[in-house]
């Protein structure tokens, strides 16, 4: 019932910017953290960036500098502008949140942890 839903990934030439986005749909009570993960082949997955619910972040240093990300909570959204793409961030970015929801309504709210479906971002030299 609760899910994740990304958008925005796609090709980008080096130097060029993408905005992803994700959207977390459902009977929602509260979302505590939200992030953005990356995982390029043959790579473990790591963190890129955070967002509490009140707004403050955390980067890898790695993208210090050229990737914000930004929460929406009204529309349950989180952000992650990425600017000056590097052909070494290509990789698989996946959407993460921390969630206490309930499967319909009425019913019981949970801690859940969620994954989106992941969106490709290319960078191309």
């Known amino acids: 019932q609760v899910q994740l839903v990304e958008s925005g990934g796609g090709l980008v030439q080096a130097g060029g910017s993408l905005r992803l986005s994700c959207k977390a749909s459902?009977?929602?009570?509260?979302?505590?953290?939200m992030g953005w993960y990356r995982q390029a082949p043959g790579e473990e997955r790591e963190l890129v960036a955070s967002?509490?619910?009140?707004?403050?972040?955390d980067y890898a240093d790695s993208v210090k500098g050229r990737f914000v990300i930004s929460r929406d909570n009204a529309e349950n959204t989180v952000y992650l502008q990425m600017n000056s793409l590097k052909p070494e961030d290509t990789a698989v970015y996946y959407c993460?949140?921390?969630?206490?929801?309930?499967?319909?309504?009425?019913?019981?709210?949970?801690?859940?942890?969620?994954w989106g479906q992941g969106t490709l971002v290319t960078v191309s030299s």
């Open positions: 459902g009977s929602i009570l509260r979302i505590n953290r």
């Open positions: 967002a509490s619910t009140s707004g403050s972040t």
């Open positions: 993460n949140a921390d969630v206490a929801y309930r499967d319909y309504p009425g019913g019981t709210f949970r801690p859940r942890v969620l």
